[in-house]
């Protein structure tokens, strides 16, 4: 089975913190993503990355950066973390080509005071 | 740009048949895709549909594809409260590996 572990379930940081976010996959995906989810807006994509060292911007990169130095591994990482990050965020991973079905990890609920 | 349109709720009893409705943009999506997330989970693939078929049945599920209307839909038979969960449905995005979800649809069925 596909698995993909995040590092954290439930995370409280105060304004300001820098926060990294782990995303672990142990298929060999190619494809890994961060979004985030918010009531309402559905999963809006942060970064995407294809391929190590390769990242792409997503729909709402502001305020966010990423970082894969492993194939399997994928940080998120909140430079300054402000309140209006306060979210549920996922990763996925998928393989490269035409059936791209992304498996997700359990999510972590990150709360900035 | 893109966008998936989903409904926010349903409600249904336990034992009628549920419809998840959505809409999107992007003609050149060759699959199409219904997640599920239960509470305090990340999303499970529950089906998926290749956009030369119109018709797709898996056990309970049957999903309905109008690609002249964009349309999706999922219909779950003799739902159950084991079935109450945000459905989101997505496509894929042009030639590129990204998704697009829509906003997600809360079902919740009552005993």
């Known amino acids: 089975d596909v698995k993909v572990t995040q590092s954290s379930r439930y995370l409280v940081k105060r304004t300001g913190e820098k926060v990294f976010l782990e995303c672990v996959q142990d298929?060999?995906?190619?494809?890994m993503f961060w979004y985030r989810q918010d009531p309402g807006l559905g999963l809006r994509l942060i970064y995407f990355?294809?391929?190590?060292?390769?990242?792409e911007k997503g729909d709402i990169p502001e305020g966010y950066s990423v970082s894969r130095e492993k194939k399997e591994r994928f940080s998120l990482i909140l430079e300054s973390a402000s309140t209006n990050q306060t979210s549920m965020y996922l990763c996925?991973?998928?393989?490269?080509?035409?059936?791209?079905?992304?498996?997700f990890g359990p999510g972590t609920r990150l709360t900035v005071l | 740009g893109e966008d998936v349109e989903q409904s926010l709720f349903l409600s249904v009893r336990e034992g009628d048949s549920s419809v998840i409705n959505c809409t999107y943009t992007?003609?050149?999506?060759?699959?199409l895709y219904w997640y599920k997330q239960e509470p305090g989970a990340g999303l499970q693939l529950l089906t998926y549909?290749?956009?030369?078929?119109d018709m797709k049945q898996d056990q309970r599920l049957t999903v309905l594809l109008n690609k002249k209307d964009k349309h999706l839909s999922l219909r779950i038979a003799d739902t159950q409260t084991g079935d109450s969960a945000i459905y989101f449905c997505?496509?894929?995005?042009?030639?590129?590996?990204?998704?697009?979800f829509g906003t997600g649809t809360l079902l919740a069925v009552q005993p």
């Open positions: 996925a991973s998928s393989w490269a080509g035409g059936y791209n079905e992304q498996f």
């Open positions: 997505a496509e894929a995005y042009g030639a590129t590996n990204k998704l697009i």
């Open positions: 298929m060999d995906h190619e494809n």
């Open positions: 992007d003609s050149s999506s060759t699959y």
């Open positions: 990355s294809y391929d190590v060292k390769m990242k």
């Open positions: 549909i290749f956009s030369n078929m």
